[in-house]
């Protein structure tokens, strides 16, 4: 097994590994640090606990067409979990056994565990999100005010992190009202003693948001070079910090734009780290080595 290739359908039906094998899943995915990432921490854990020593990590191109029988062979063949990314999040919901409880609501998985009767779902980058916003920025959400950008996946998974974890306030911007309305619709019932709020960016200084809120960027705004800002930071009360889930460019234009107002300000490689570590746990039943996924994601956005 080269847990640099990149495999497919066909490799999975002739699939032979004597110990534990995970996945990754997406389309595209040739650019995940996801196996770098997982492969440094279980080498590190292999210096420690033996057993570990035959478990590999590896990505396979699915199409989102493929994902049910891949899903099924990746079952029949045993492998101990999954990663999903885009575009299977919210395809892989109908073709589970199982939710995690919390997962229900984001309606979205990106983790799966393999059990007898198929597969468990998780959805971690809620956690990712969080870990990240304590790491990089000392930001708790519980008691936050939160303004978060976009009304897509990502922002939803974001939305219910939020929410679950006690914010004090949610104010939800989106370019395309359409979304944020529906979007606003699915969370209102998660809501609980918080305020949630939405608004269109350009209608941002009209809306009442308060000051020191932690800015989260859900968009894909930056994502492309001459991407438009998500929002305009001088529209905002002066922000407490500035979080961009974008890691790839690792400054988006909208980052640059926080530091330039001597706004804390950080990326999603947090994000993602935190989200592979918490999956590793799922799988491995234990803690996992952070330090060692981050320096992995690291050096593999660097290669
Ligand atoms: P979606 O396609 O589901 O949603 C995209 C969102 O971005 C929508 O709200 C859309 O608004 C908005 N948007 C897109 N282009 C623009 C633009 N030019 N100006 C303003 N708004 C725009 O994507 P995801 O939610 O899956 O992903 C969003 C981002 O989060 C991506 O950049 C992704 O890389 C990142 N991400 C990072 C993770 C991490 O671990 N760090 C994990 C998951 C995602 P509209 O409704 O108007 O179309």
Redesign the pocket.
């Known amino acids: 097994m080269d847990t640099a290739a990149t495999y497919t359908l066909a490799d999975l039906a002739a699939w032979s590994h004597p110990g534990v094998s995970l996945a990754v899943l997406g389309y595209p995915i040739k650019h995940s640090v996801s196996p770098a990432m997982h492969n440094a921490a279980l080498a590190e854990m292999a210096t420690r606990e033996a057993s570990f020593a035959d478990w590999r990590y590896v990505r396979f191109e699915v199409p989102p067409e493929e994902l049910p029988r891949a899903l099924a062979l990746l079952h029949e063949k045993r492998f101990l979990g999954v990663n999903l990314t ?1 575009p299977h999040k919210m395809l892989a919901v109908a073709q589970i056994a199982a939710i995690d409880p919390a997962a229900q609501p984001v309606g979205a998985v990106n983790t799966l565990r393999w059990r007898a009767d198929g597969w468990e779902g998780f959805n971690t ?1 809620g956690y ?1 999100l969080a870990s990240g916003l304590r790491e990089d920025l000392g930001v708790e959400l519980a008691g936050a005010d939160v303004i978060l950008l ?6 939803r998974g974001a939305a219910v992190e939020c929410l679950q974890r006690g914010v004090r306030s949610l104010w939800i911007a ?3 009202r359409e ?1 944020l309305d529906a979007l606003l619709a699915q969370l209102a019932p998660l809501a609980g003693g918080a305020t949630l709020r939405g608004f269109v960016p350009a209608e941002a200084s009209g809306v009442g948001l308060p000051a020191g809120a932690v800015v989260v960027n ?4 930056g ?1 492309k070079a001459g ?2 800002l ?1 929002i305009d930071l001088a529209a905002l009360s002066k922000p407490r910090a500035v979080y961009d ?3 790839n460019p690792a400054e988006t234009a909208f980052l640059a734009a926080a530091r330039d107002r001597g706004l804390p300000a950080a990326n ?1 490689l947090s ?2 780290v935190h ?1 592979g570590a918490r999956a590793l746990e799922i799988w491995t039943g234990g803690p996992v080595p952070v330090a060692a996924m981050a320096a992995a994601a690291r050096a593999a956005m660097g290669r």
């Open positions: 885009l980058d990712g976009g009304a897509g996946g990502a922002a989106n370019r395309t979304n859900a968009t894909s705004a994502l991407d438009p998500p889930m974008i890691y999603g994000m993602l989200q």
